[in-house]
């Protein structure tokens, strides 16, 4: 079984920063492409950002210059720093992982999601 749990949400100000934090568990062979996704009440769920095992980084356009993804691969976790915030960043932010388990099955597997709030 493998999970991935996130955390650092909360509510901040326009202007300030918050860092979340991803860790991958479970019966892990490897860890491929890890992702943030988010999605605003009424939206649907958006890419924000992916980073390769290699350490190779896409953004969104709405959060480049402001978030920077990065990879601990020793402990399979990623963090999200969010800074400038904004409140249309308000919205659930979800981990993603392509992985393959020791039983060599591929899988993409999801977080529960971690809310981040923006006052303005």
């Known amino acids: 079984q493998v999970q991935l749990v996130e955390s650092g949400g909360g509510l901040v100000q326009a202007g300030g920063s918050l860092r979340l934090s991803c860790a991958a568990s479970g019966s892990i062979f490897s860890i491929n492409v890890m992702d943030w996704y988010r999605q605003a009440p009424g939206k649907q769920r958006e890419l924000v950002t992916t980073i390769s095992s290699g350490g190779s980084a896409v953004y969104a356009d709405s959060v480049k210059g402001r978030f920077t993804i990065s990879r601990d691969n020793a402990k399979n976790t990623i963090f999200l720093q969010m800074n400038s915030l904004k409140p249309e960043d308000t919205a659930v932010y979800y981990c993603?992982?392509?992985?393959?388990?020791?039983?060599?099955?591929?899988?993409?597997?999801w977080g529960q999601g971690t809310q981040v709030t923006v006052s303005s």
């Open positions: 993603h992982a392509d992985l393959e388990t020791t039983s060599r099955v591929y899988l993409n597997v």
